[in-house]
C-alpha cells in the first residue's frame, strides 16, 4: 500500500517529487498506444513516425515561442504570415539573387528579427496589445509574400531542403541501422540517468527528501525505454531516412529554451511578467525589454520554422502557413498554459502540440476525412483545457496540471542535457 | 447581552487544505443584535472560518455544522448565503473600478423593468442605500474616483442592497484612515441598534475594544475562547493575552538607536501625476535619513505619502520634474526600478497583492525575485541557493507555512507580507523604504516586524516607515516628517511626537482636507 501511495504522490501530486515528466510521457504514451492498436501497428512504423517528426517540427518549433508570448501575457496571430513572408524571400534570395543556401538561412532569420523588432516596438514601446499587434501583421506579411510571390510559387535548390527534408547521414560500419541515431539515442539515455541523480541531489541539498529509490530507476527505466525504441525505429527506416534534420533542429531548440525558461534570471522575469507586470516591474525587471524580447524572439522562431517548411516542400507558396497560429496556440493551451499569462513550460507546450500530431496523423491513417479531423482537434482542445479548469476548481487531480506543473526547480536541466522533449518541468499551476 | 437569542452557531467546523488544517472543531456562537468580533494572529483561520460560513468554501469541503435561526444550513455557494441574508465583504475589496457607484451596488441584483435594467429605479434605491451608509457622493460616480473609505460604504451599501441579516466585515479598516474606521464603526452601531447582527475581523484591537459585544479568539484554527467585553471586563491587554497565548508586556521591542551620519538625502522633489500633468503630486519635498536611523512619514490618506516614495523609488510612479538625490555624499540619478535596487533602495509597497507580489509564484520564488543576480551565475539560477535563502529568511521572519515550496497566494495576509518583507531584505539594501508594514498584521507580528525593522536599522542601514497608524510611528520612529497634500509640513524628533502635534501637522495647510 505504502509503494502505491509512493507512486501516486510522486506521479501525481505531492511536493517531493520531481516525476510530472513521467505523467507527461505517460499520457503520450496512452494517445500513441490507442493508435498503435487502432491503426494495426502503423502509428509506430518507422516511416510514420519519421514522417509525423517532419510534419510537425515547424509547428512545435512555433509552439516553443508562442509559450514564451502566452507566459507573458500576449498572443501572436502573425506567425503563420510571417513565416510565409520570410519563405518567400528566402526562396527569391536564391533563385534570383543566387545567395548560397547557408547565407539565405542567416538572411532569413534576420528578416524575421526585423519583423519582431517591429512588432515587439509596437507592443513594448507603444503599448498597442499584441492581440492588435499581431492580427496587423498576419494581414501584413500574408500581403507582403503575395505581393513579393506574386501569388506564385518560387521552389529552392537541393542544398537548402536537408533543413527540411534532411536525415542524419550513415556513417561508419554497416549495422543494419543508422549509426549516428542509433549513438544520439545512448546520449540522450546517459542524461536522463546523469539528470535522475543530479535531481536526487539538488533535492538532498534542499533538505528535501528524494523519491524513493525505486521510483527514480521505474522513472529512468520507462524513459530509457521509449528512447531506446525510438531510436531503433528511427534508425531502422528505409535506407537514406533515418533521425530527420529538423527533429534535431527541434531538439537543440527545446533543450536550449526550456534551460533558457527554466534556470535563468532572464527566463524567469517572462514569468514575473505575465504573473504581474506592476510587481515585476517594482521589483527591477525591464517590463518593456522582456515584452520586446518574447515578441522578437517569436518572429525569430516563425521564421526558421516557415524556411524548413518551404524546405519540405521544396517551395514556397503563397498559402504556405496558413492557420498555423492556431496550431501552436492550441498546442501550448493543451500544454497547461493559462490564458492570463505567467504559467506554462515549453515541455508541456511540446507534449501538446505533439498531442495534436498524434491524433492527426492516427485519424488520417484510419481513413477519417479533414473535416472530421478538424472537428474532433477543435472539441479535444475545447475539452482538455475544460477539464483542467473544472479539475482545478475542483482542487483535485488536474491532468494537464500533472503534465506541467510544479517541480521546476526539482529538477534542474543542465545545458547539455538529453533530447528528450519531456525534460522540463513546470512551475505551479496556482488557480487564482 | 448573553440573554439575545442565539442568530447562529458553528459547531466544531474543521477545514482542511492540501497540507495545512487551516480549522480544527473551531465553535462560534453570534447572538442576534450583536457585535461580534474574531480575533486571531494572522493564518490563525478568521477569513477561511468566515469563508465556509458564507458559502466560499460550499457544505462538503468542511467538516461540522452551521446552524442559522434555529435550523442547519448547507450553503452550496455564495448567492445560497446571501440568500438566507449572511452577506460578506471580503478583505480585499470587490468592486469593479470602472463601474459607477451605483452599477456596483446592484452589480448581479439589478432591479428590472419589463427584462430591461430600470437605471432611474436603480439611482433611486442607491441614493437611498447611500444614504443609510453615510456616503454622500453622485451614484453615477465611477467607483475608481473615490477613496478606498468610500469604497469601503459602497461594498456595504451593496450588502444592504440584499436584504441583510447578518453582515460579515473581515479587516473592513485595515486601509482606512482614522475619520473613514471611525465612521464605519460609527455605522456598525447604528445598524446594531436596528437589530442587525455583524461578525467583524480586525487586527486593531482598539477598535475592538471599543464595539464589540463579543470577542471570539482563535489561535492556531482553534477556539480559544469567547469573552463578553461588558460583563468580562475585556481590554486590549486582556485579547492580546488570549490570542498570543501569553503576556505581551510591550507593543515596541526595546531599542537603543545608534544613529550615525546622514547618508541619504532627497532635494527639492517636485513630481507630476502621471495621467493629469496639472496637478502636482510632490511639490519641493526635502528630507534626510542618517544611518541606522527609522524615518517615520506621518500624514492623511492622500497626502502623497507613496507618491513621494515610489517617484524617488526609480521613477516608479508619476512624472519626475525636478530635484536631487544624494546618497554617500554623490548625487544619484535612478531612473528605473533596477538603477534604484542597484544602488541599495528597497521599497516595500503598500498592496502587497495588488503589486507586491506574483500570487502564482511560491516563498521561494517570490522571495529571491527582487535580486535573482544574487542566486545566479551568468545569468543562471542556482536552485539549492535560491531554496537556502529562502528558506533562512522564512526561519528569520518565522513566516507560517509548511515548506518555501508553498504558493503565496495560500499564505494569510500577515505571512504574505512577511514574504514580501523577505524579498526586500534579499536585496541587501541601504535604504529600505516601507509603506504601511503593518497593515492587516496582527500584534505578536507587529510586534516581530518592529524587531527586524529595528534589527536592519542597527545594521546601519537606513529605514523610512510610512504608516497610518499614528502610534506605531511614535513608537518606531526616531524622527517623524509629516505630510499634507504632497508638501512636508513638518520635522518632529521622537520626544516631541505625539498624536496631538503629528495631527496638527499633518493637516496644517490653509485648504480643507477633501477625502
Ligand atoms: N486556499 C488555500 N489553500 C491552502 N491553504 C490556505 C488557503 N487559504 C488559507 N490557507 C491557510 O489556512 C490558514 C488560515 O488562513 P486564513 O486566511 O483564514 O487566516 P486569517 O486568520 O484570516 O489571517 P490574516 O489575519 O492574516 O488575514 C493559513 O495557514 C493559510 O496559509
Ligand atoms: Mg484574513
Known amino acids: 500500500m505504502s509503494r502505491i501511495k509512493d507512486l501516486q504522490k510522486n506521479l501525481f501530486g505531492g511536493t517531493t517529487s520531481n516525476a510530472r515528466q513521467f505523467g507527461m510521457i505517460f499520457t503520450l504514451v496512452a494517445i500513441v498506444v490507442l493508435f498503435q492498436i487502432l491503426t494495426d501497428g502503423l502509428t509506430l512504423r518507422s516511416d510514420n513516425l519519421i514522417a509525423l517528426f517532419n510534419q510537425n517540427s515547424y509547428i512545435l518549433i512555433l509552439a516553443i515561442g508562442m509559450l514564451m508570448v502566452i507566459v507573458a501575457g500576449h498572443i501572436d496571430l502573425s506567425v503563420g504570415s510571417i513565416a510565409a513572408f520570410t519563405g518567400i524571400l528566402v526562396a527569391k534570395s536564391m533563385a534570383e539573387w543566387s545567395l548560397p543556401w547557408p547565407v539565405a538561412i542567416l538572411f532569413g532569420l534576420a528578416i524575421g528579427a526585423i519583423i519582431g523588432a517591429w512588432q515587439g516596438f509596437w507592443v513594448a514601446y507603444i503599448g498597442v496589445p499584441a492581440f492588435i499587434v499581431t492580427l496587423a501583421g498576419m494581414l501584413l506579411f500574408r500581403g507582403g509574400n503575395q505581393f513579393i510571390g506574386n501569388a506564385n510559387t518560387i521552389a529552392v535548390p537541393e542544398g537548402f531542403r536537408v533543413i527540411g527534408s534532411g536525415f542524419l547521414p550513415e556513417v561508419g560500419p554497416d549495422t543494419g541501422y543508422n549509426n549516428l541515431t542509433l549513438l544520439l539515442g545512448l546520449a540522450a539515455c546517459v542524461a536522463v540517468v546523469w539528470r535522475e541523480f543530479q535531481a536526487r541531489k539538488t533535492r538532498r541539498e534542499m533538505d528535501a527528501d528524494p523519491a524513493p529509490m525505486w521510483i527514480s530507476v521505474l522513472r529512468m527505466a520507462v524513459m530509457v525505454g521509449v528512447i531506446v525504441f525510438a531510436s531503433l525505429r528511427f534508425a531502422s527506416g528505409r535506407v537514406g531516412t533515418s533521425f530527420p534534420v529538423s527533429g534535431i533542429i527541434l531538439v537543440a531548440l527545446v533543450l536550449a529554451y526550456s534551460f533558457y525558461t527554466r534556470n535563468t534570471a532572464a527566463g524567469r522575469h517572462i514569468y514575473a511578467v505575465g504573473g504581474n507586470s506592476r510587481a515585476a516591474e517594482l521589483s527591477g525587471v525591464k517590463l518593456k525589454r522582456v515584452n520586446f524580447f518574447v515578441m522578437m524572439n517569436m518572429a525569430v522562431l516563425a521564421s526558421l520554422a516557415g524556411m524548413i517548411f518551404v524546405a519540405r516542400s521544396a517551395a514556397s507558396g503563397p498559402q504556405d502557413g496558413n492557420g498555423w497560429e492556431l496550431d501552436a496556440i492550441a498546442a501550448v493551451f493543451i500544454g497547461g498554459a493559462a490564458v492570463s499569462g505567467g504559467i506554462g513550460t515549453i515541455s508541456g507546450s511540446i507534449v501538446g502540440g505533439l498531442v495534436m500530431a498524434v491524433l492527426n496523423n492516427g485519424l488520417q491513417l484510419l481513413g477519417v476525412g479533414t473535416d472530421r479531423v478538424q472537428i474532433i482537434k477543435g472539441l479535444v482542445l475545447l475539452l482538455a483545457v475544460a477539464l483542467d479548469v473544472y479539475n482545478k476548481k475542483q482542487g483535485k487531480f488536474s491532468i494537464i496540471g500533472s503534465l506541467t506543473r510544479s517541480f521546476r526547480r526539482d529538477t534542474p536541466t543542465p545545458p547539455t542535457a538529453p533530447p528528450d522533449a519531456e525534460r522540463e518541468t513546470a512551475r505551479t499551476a496556482v488557480p487564482s | ?515
Open chain 2, 1 to 515: 447581552m448573553s440573554d439575545l437569542p442565539v442568530l447562529l452557531e458553528m459547531r466544531s467546523i474543521t477545514k482542511e487544505f492540501p497540507g495545512v488544517k487551516a480549522l480544527a472543531d473551531v465553535n462560534l456562537v453570534v447572538r442576534a443584535g450583536e457585535i461580534h468580533a474574531i480575533v486571531g494572529e494572522n493564518g490563525a483561520g478568521k477569513s477561511t472560518l468566515m469563508k465556509v460560513l458564507s458559502g466560499v468554501y460550499p457544505y462538503g469541503s468542511y467538516d461540522g455544522q452551521i446552524i442559522y435561526q434555529g435550523a442547519e444550513t448547507r450553503f452550496s455557494d455564495i448567492r445560497a448565503s446571501e440568500n438566507a441574508g449572511i452577506v460578506i465583504i471580503h478583505q480585499e475589496l470587490a468592486l469593479i473600478p470602472g463601474m459607477s457607484i451605483a452599477e456596483n451596488i446592484f452589480l448581479g441584483n439589478e432591479p428590472r423593468k419589463r427584462g430591461a435594467i430600470d437605471w432611474k429605479a436603480a439611482n433611486r434605491m442607491a441614493l437611498d442605500l447611500m444614504a443609510r451608509v453615510g456616503l454622500r457622493e453622485d451614484p453615477d460616480t465611477l467607483v475608481k474616483d473615490i477613496g478606498v473609505g468610500k469604497q469601503q460604504l459602497v461594498e456595504i451599501a451593496k450588502a444592504f442592497a440584499k436584504d441583510v441579516k447578518l453582515l460579515i466585515l473581515d479587516e473592513p479598516t485595515a486601509a482606512l484612515n482614522e475619520a473613514d474606521s471611525q465612521h464605519l464603526l460609527d455605522l456598525l452601531r447604528g445598524f446594531r441598534s436596528r437589530g442587525i447582527t455583524s461578525i467583524m475581523i480586525s487586527h486593531k484591537l482598539n477598535e475592538i475594544e471599543a464595539i464589540a459585544d463579543q470577542i471570539t479568539i482563535i489561535r492556531d484554527g482553534r477556539t480559544v475562547e469567547t469573552l463578553n467585553v461588558k460583563a468580562d471586563g475585556v481590554d486590549e491587554d486582556r485579547i492580546v493575552r488570549g490570542m498570543v497565548g501569553r503576556e505581551l508586556h510591550s507593543r515596541f521591542p526595546d531599542h537603543t538607536p545608534k544613529i550615525g551620519e546622514v547618508f541619504f538625502e532627497v532635494r527639492n522633489w517636485n513630481v507630476r501625476h502621471p495621467i493629469s500633468a496639472e496637478r502636482q503630486v510632490c511639490k519641493n519635498e526635502s528630507f534626510t535619513v542618517r544611518r541606522g536611523e527609522i524615518v517615520g512619514f506621518a500624514g492623511l490618506m492622500g497626502a502623497g505619502r507613496t507618491e513621494l516614495a515610489m517617484s524617488v523609488f526609480g521613477r516608479s510612479y508619476g512624472v519626475y520634474e525636478s530635484g536631487t538625490i544624494i546618497k554617500d555624499g554623490k548625487e544619484i540619478v535612478l531612473k528605473s526600478v533596477a538603477d534604484a535596487i542597484a544602488h541599495g533602495l528597497a521599497y516595500v509597497s503598500e498592496d502587497r497583492k495588488a503589486i507586491g507580489l506574483n500570487l502564482l509564484d511560491d516563498i521561494k520564488t517570490s522571495t529571491v525575485a527582487a535580486k535573482l543576480s544574487k542566486i545566479s551565475r551568468h545569468g543562471v539560477l542556482d536552485e539549492v541557493a535560491e531554496y537556502k535563502a529562502a528558506e533562512s529568511y522564512r526561519r528569520e521572519l518565522r513566516t507560517k507555512a509548511p515548506t518555501v515550496d508553498e504558493g503565496v497566494s495560500k499564505l494569510s495576509g500577515g505571512n504574505q507580507q512577511k514574504v514580501v518583507l523577505a524579498k526586500w531584505m534579499f536585496t541587501d539594501p541601504d535604504l529600505l523604504i516601507l509603506d504601511e508594514p503593518t497593515r492587516g498584521i496582527d500584534v505578536g507580528a507587529k510586534y516581530e516586524i518592529y524587531g527586524i525593522i529595528q534589527r536592519l536599522a542597527d545594521q546601519g542601514k537606513g529605514v523610512v516607515v510610512i504608516s497610518s497608524e499614528l502610534p506605531e510611528l511614535i513608537g518606531l520612529c526616531d524622527r517623524i516628517y509629516t505630510v499634507f497634500e504632497g508638501t512636508i509640513t513638518g520635522e518632529i524628533a521622537r520626544q516631541d511626537a505625539d498624536p496631538e502635534t503629528l495631527m496638527k501637522q499633518m493637516t496644517s495647510t490653509k485648504k480643507m482636507q477633501t477625502r
